[in-house]
């Protein structure tokens, strides 16, 4: 699947709720479902600052596509990051560069997990492209 | 009269809203408090019939605005008891009337090799400018422990204050615990050795009255918007004597006498310590919400704020696995906890969903956090305009909460 | 479509009011402006619906109130032109925004025998500063002169300039004479010999569209309050590549990463400059006032007080024994005058007495006097919604007080 | 005639007025009428601080009573002190300490020479007490 239809498909998963509680549960689903990343990339450099919690996100290049593996010590920030994992794994480099994430706002999160100054999700989003930036040059 | 508290709400139109569809349950106090409509309208006021720059001016609006400000500063002189008006310094709050005296203070009297003291409960404001100043001037920070409990261990000051300590730093009671400190008691045992002490009363001030010559504090600061003032303005009370003794801040208007390329010489207190325009609508703003305080009255509101925080307490403790931080038998209305494997994000992020704020993190107190070996917590902190009512939905919001995770 | 006055004056409720039973002419804009309600109405709704501390909140209001703190930096960044958001930092106001710079940048490059070059026609917040900084490094002081008719003596600048100039500071409009720099020649001039330029917008700010990057400024300083804002918030814009290489002002939250007894880090621009609770509202008062000032636009802003300058000139010409200072080609609406054998303050006093505010006394720029020969001014400063009316009192006033003393 | 009767003469000489550029006529009267003071005294220990304007004040005890004379380069201020030197001098030092200066009030002058920071008309009483407060010490 595109970028877009997975943002597509998780917009959609997200529009029978009405209750941001019952989003949340969504949220913690995802967290559960997401691939553990190995201990030893737990490092300092794979920690994304900015955060009120920790979180921890490596990727690896396997076969011309990037593999994604992340964890939080906070539950939400977890499934934030494991809907990011779920729409940016194993996508093309460029394709993960050009991205508009529309389906931030569109799902609430924006406004939701904005207030913390140095925006957690926006860090994350960040880390994300600089890693698919740094092997778009290496294929070069 | 004493009004009630659904009064006193209609006195912050604020709190009288709902967010995502419940109705807001503000519990971030300690963070920032709200604002009467006596303080939201007295600005308006004075920006609709005397703004006008202060002091050097001669017309009508000038003298009107300079009166205000002037007796602002007598009325915040009068509400901290402080001897002499020029002791009240306008600044733009706490951590800017901490930076004052830790810059002209240090420029006076500390040098290489010199100590300060500060508490491990203290909040950034009040460590980072010291040790700014201590890495400028080679003086060496030192720490006053906290127990388990959250109170200062303040059987260890005698051992710690040596003849190098130039001042002490303390909070009156700490943002995250709740602990009120036996300040009165500290600066006694700091000036046996004539250590001058500089307390932080920023989570003080809105909850009983201060009296700066009873406390003998040297320097008492606090912020106005903590207490139901605007932000941007806050307070530095200084000694005269030690105020006359230190060198100016900040350079600029109004804290000048004679100034030429050669040779400037500074103005008398407080003007010395006000450089520029000052922010003088605030000013008026935070004398008027220190008017209100004393309307709703320190009897009142210690009961209140009292009656919240036992009442919190006791329904906290019903919760499995939540544990408080900061159980000093002297508190004020701040609850410090958190829930067992849960974080103290998530649960923020949660209780905000059911319109309930709180504050979550290391509440700008990273050393506190670590000797409690915790990257953070939650906390709810309570303004005497809060209800019991609010305290049970915090209640069953923590408790769906922890079912979501534990279940 | 453009506004008239008459409904421009309707946006200012403070204009329309009688002092001592007349009618109030404000001309003491240079001191500060009035606030549409536009502005008064911002702040006031902020603490009605949104208000809560920034940056650190998980709640509702907190992320409201943080997204709208962090959009006025926007506007503002967008106001001056400057390439980055993180350029803009709020301070209290001009004057701490020049001692912030004074101190960080002097900390970081400014050595004993170093030399710093202010001008002759500084407010004392440009000078008081930069002398405190020379004293406490053992730095020079040096001075760029003007000419009689209150012009920068542009030429003197190559040879003021030494490879031990570490920084230029000169207004961009004086407060004063009203003249214009070429603030841009200067900085050309300067970067040549590779010194750093701060430019005091104070009085540039409100009378034409700022441009950081046209005029390829490292810092620029300018107050809210002066630019239809409320007081006790300004701003510092600086250079991303020089705000990031000198070390951060005051301590406390907000400004830190990481803080512990052995050792603290400081968060990223702009935050590094920003510490303690910021005057949030303030900010984005500011920001409201700015898009004000864009809703009346620069156009019209200059015609309209190029009109009253052009006018109020030609009629003072007219009076006996008036004297103009500053009488540059290049000037914004601010008129400094003596009228022969009465002194300025006796002058004020009395057209006090008619309505009409005006400001006296040495503006803040002794040294500026002492070139002159005289020990003040009268000060009439205009904005755009004054009117050649006012303009007719202010005339007949001096008129009817020139009689008095000469008759 | 004691400091009262003088305060209560000039409160009702300055109640015929309810201009203020009348008033301003008639301190200017007044600053006409003043003693000049001797050049020699213009000093920079006589100069009053904290005015727009300067004021130069001067004392001397001749027979027992206080004799001031002063000056100014603003002529309202020169009038205003005028008006202070008409009612002080000749007064015994002790009814200068304890005088409670109404006429200020009730003249209008309070509120408008307040405006001024370090207000003019506070210094130049403040330098006029300092004078009989150092004559009375003198004497016992
Ligand atoms: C040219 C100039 N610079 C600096 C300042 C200082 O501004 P503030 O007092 O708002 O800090 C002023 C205000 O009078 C000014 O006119
Ligand atoms: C104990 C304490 N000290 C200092 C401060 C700093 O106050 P401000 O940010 O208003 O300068 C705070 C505010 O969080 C505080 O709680």
């Given at each position: 699947?595109?970028?877009?239809?997975?943002?597509?498909?998780?917009?959609?998963?997200?529009?029978?709720?009405?209750?941001?509680?019952?989003?949340?549960?969504?949220?913690?689903?995802?967290?559960?479902?997401?691939?553990?990343?190995?201990?030893?990339?737990?490092?300092?450099?794979?920690?994304i600052?900015?955060c009120?919690?920790?979180v921890?996100l490596?990727?690896?290049?396997?076969?011309?596509?990037?593999?994604?593996?992340a964890?939080?010590?906070?539950?939400?920030?977890?499934?934030v990051v494991?809907?990011l994992?779920?729409?940016?794994?194993?996508?093309?480099?460029?394709?993960?560069?050009?991205?508009?994430?529309?389906?931030?706002?569109?799902?609430?999160?924006?406004?939701?997990?904005?207030?913390?100054?140095?925006?957690g999700l926006l860090s994350m989003i960040k880390r994300i492209?600089?890693?698919?930036?740094?092997?778009?040059?290496?294929?070069? | 009269?004493?009004?009630?508290?659904?009064?006193?709400?209609?006195?912050?139109?604020?709190?009288?809203?709902?967010?995502?569809?419940?109705?807001?349950?503000?519990?971030?106090?300690?963070?920032?408090?709200?604002?009467?409509?006596?303080?939201?309208?007295?600005?308006?006021?004075?920006?609709?019939?005397?703004?006008?720059?202060?002091?050097?001016?001669?017309?009508?609006?000038?003298?009107?605005?300079?009166?205000?400000?002037?007796?602002?500063?007598?009325?915040?002189?009068?509400?901290?008891?402080?001897?002499?008006?020029?002791?009240?310094?306008?600044?733009?709050?706490?951590?800017?009337?901490?930076?004052?005296?830790?810059?002209?203070?240090?420029?006076?009297?500390?040098?290489?090799?010199?100590?300060?003291?500060?508490?491990?409960?203290?909040?950034?404001?009040?460590?980072?400018?010291?040790?700014?100043?201590?890495?400028?001037?080679?003086?060496?920070?030192?720490?006053?422990?906290?127990?388990?409990?959250?109170?200062?261990?303040?059987?260890?000051?005698?051992?710690?204050?040596?003849?190098?300590?130039?001042?002490?730093?303390?909070?009156?009671?700490?943002?995250?615990?709740?602990?009120?400190?036996?300040?009165?008691?500290?600066?006694?045992?700091?000036?046996?050795?004539?250590?001058?002490?500089?307390?932080?009363?920023?989570?003080?001030?809105?909850?009983?009255?201060?009296?700066?010559?009873?406390?003998?504090?040297?320097?008492?600061?606090?912020?106005?918007?903590?207490?139901?003032?605007?932000?941007?303005?806050?307070?530095?009370?200084?000694?005269?004597?030690?105020?006359?003794?230190?060198?100016?801040?900040?350079?600029?208007?109004?804290?000048?006498?004679?100034?030429?390329?050669?040779?400037?010489?500074?103005?008398?207190?407080?003007?010395?310590?006000?450089?520029?325009?000052?922010?003088?609508?605030?000013?008026?703003?935070?004398?008027?919400?220190?008017?209100?305080?004393?309307?709703?009255?320190?009897?009142?509101?210690?009961?209140?704020?009292?009656?919240?925080?036992?009442?919190?307490?006791?329904?906290?403790?019903?919760?499995?696995?939540?544990?408080?931080?900061?159980?000093?038998?002297?508190?004020?209305?701040?609850?410090?906890?958190?829930?067992?494997?849960?974080?103290?994000?998530?649960?923020?992020?949660?209780?905000?969903?059911?319109?309930?704020?709180?504050?979550?993190?290391?509440?700008?107190?990273?050393?506190?956090?670590?000797?409690?070996?915790?990257?953070?917590?939650?906390?709810?902190?309570?303004?005497?305009?809060?209800?019991?009512?609010?305290?049970?939905?915090?209640?069953?919001?923590?408790?769906?909460?922890?079912?979501?995770?534990?279940?």
């Amino acid at each position: 699947m595109t970028i877009n239809e997975i943002q597509n498909e998780i917009i959609e998963e997200f529009s029978i709720f009405d209750d941001w509680m019952d989003k949340y549960e969504y949220i913690i689903e995802f967290a559960k479902g997401l691939p553990a990343i190995d201990v030893n990339k737990k490092t300092p450099q794979n920690l994304i600052n900015g955060c009120q919690s920790k979180v921890w996100l490596d990727a690896e290049l396997i076969d011309g596509k990037l593999s994604f593996t992340a964890d939080s010590d906070a539950i939400i920030t977890k499934g934030v990051v494991a809907l990011l994992v779920r729409i940016f794994n194993e996508q093309p480099a460029t394709e993960i560069l050009n991205t508009d994430l529309y389906f931030i706002a569109k799902i609430g999160l924006s406004q939701n997990l904005s207030p913390t100054r140095a925006n957690g999700l926006l860090s994350m989003i960040k880390r994300i492209k600089s890693y698919a930036l740094a092997f778009n040059s290496l294929e070069k | 009269m004493q009004k009630s508290i659904d009064e006193i709400r209609k006195d912050f139109p604020i709190l009288n809203q709902k967010v995502y569809g419940k109705p807001l349950v503000y519990l971030d106090n300690g963070a920032t408090s709200q604002k009467p409509l006596l303080v939201i309208n007295a600005e308006k006021e004075i920006y609709e019939t005397i703004n006008s720059n202060i002091h050097r001016g001669v017309h009508f609006l000038s003298g009107e605005m300079t009166n205000a400000y002037e007796n602002a500063r007598t009325t915040i002189q009068k509400f901290i008891n402080a001897k002499f008006s020029e002791e009240i310094i306008f600044t733009k709050g706490a951590t800017d009337s901490i930076n004052l005296v830790a810059f002209s203070f240090g420029e006076q009297f500390v040098n290489e090799g010199d100590e300060i003291i500060v508490t491990e409960m203290e909040h950034h404001a009040n460590i980072v400018p010291w040790q700014m100043l201590c890495q400028r001037k080679k003086a060496i920070l030192k720490v006053l422990p906290i127990s388990d409990e959250g109170e200062l261990i303040i059987s260890k000051l005698d051992n710690l204050i040596t003849s190098k300590t130039r001042l002490l730093a303390a909070t009156h009671t700490s943002n995250v615990l709740g602990t009120i400190n036996p300040v009165k008691e500290i600066i006694e045992k700091a000036h046996k050795q004539n250590v001058p002490v500089l307390i932080d009363g920023s989570q003080a001030i809105l909850h009983s009255k201060i009296d700066v010559i009873d406390l003998n504090a040297d320097f008492y600061v606090f912020s106005g918007h903590k207490m139901y003032a605007p932000t941007g303005i806050g307070i530095l009370y200084g000694k005269k004597e030690l105020l006359e003794k230190i060198p100016p801040y900040q350079g600029g208007g109004d804290m000048v006498d004679n100034v030429s390329f050669e040779k400037t010489t500074y103005a008398e207190l407080p003007f010395k310590f006000e450089a520029g325009t000052s922010n003088f609508v605030g000013a008026v703003a935070l004398a008027k919400a220190s008017e209100y305080i004393e309307s709703i009255g320190f009897e009142f509101i210690k009961k209140q704020e009292t009656e919240l925080l036992n009442y919190a307490t006791e329904k906290m403790q019903t919760v499995k696995g939540l544990k408080i931080y900061g159980t000093s038998k002297k508190k004020c209305s701040i609850i410090s906890f958190l829930v067992e494997n849960i974080h103290a994000y998530d649960m923020g992020l949660m209780l905000d969903k059911m319109g309930i704020a709180v504050r979550t993190g290391s509440h700008c107190a990273q050393p506190l956090m670590k000797r409690f070996g915790i990257e953070g917590t939650i906390r709810a902190s309570f303004s005497f305009y809060n209800t019991k009512d609010e305290i049970d939905s915090l209640i069953q919001g923590i408790e769906r909460i922890r079912k979501m995770f534990n279940d």
